[in-house]
């Protein structure tokens, strides 16, 4: 039976956090194992939307630390799923800070998750595909090939002569 597929803002998710003194490190910032830890949970919430399952997290492909995040600051997340493969989903999380005070936000930090989606007994069950709908989306969707590629040769689960996405690119600087 093969699964409806779904667009992603079906997976769309949206948390907000208030940086508090015991998030911070001793330059009054956000501590950036406490970003990541927001990071996963925002990611899986959106990849358990698309899956309707239980979700592991498989990978993080980089976290991206632009600016500072201030004690005080409002945070907020947002989260989508970038493409469905057979039980994986990329994940796409983008995190902005707000400075309430002086009206200010700024994209502080952007990042990769891949997640896997689990059966009561653990074991991978398939996702439904992903449909992206604007050109971001389209663009995103595109990309997770290349994205997913690297991670495996990276694993060391696939050869680099085997990265067909990831070869045209380099065929294309030719």
Known sequence: MALKQKSPKESFVTMTEMVLPNDTNPLHNLMGGRMMHLIDIAGAISA???????????SVDNISFHHPIKLGSVITLEARVTRAFNSS???YVEVYAEDLS?????LTNKAFLTFVAIDQAGNPIHVPGLVPETEDEKKLYESALRRRQLRLIL??????????ELKSLFEDLK
């Open 155 to 164: 694993a060391g689960r696939m050869k680099p002569d085997e990265a067909t």
């Open 102 to 106: 002086i009206d200010s936000k700024i």
């Open 48 to 58: 358990q939307r698309h899956s309707q399952r239980i979700v592991v997290t498989a």
């Open 89 to 91: 989903m990329e994940v």
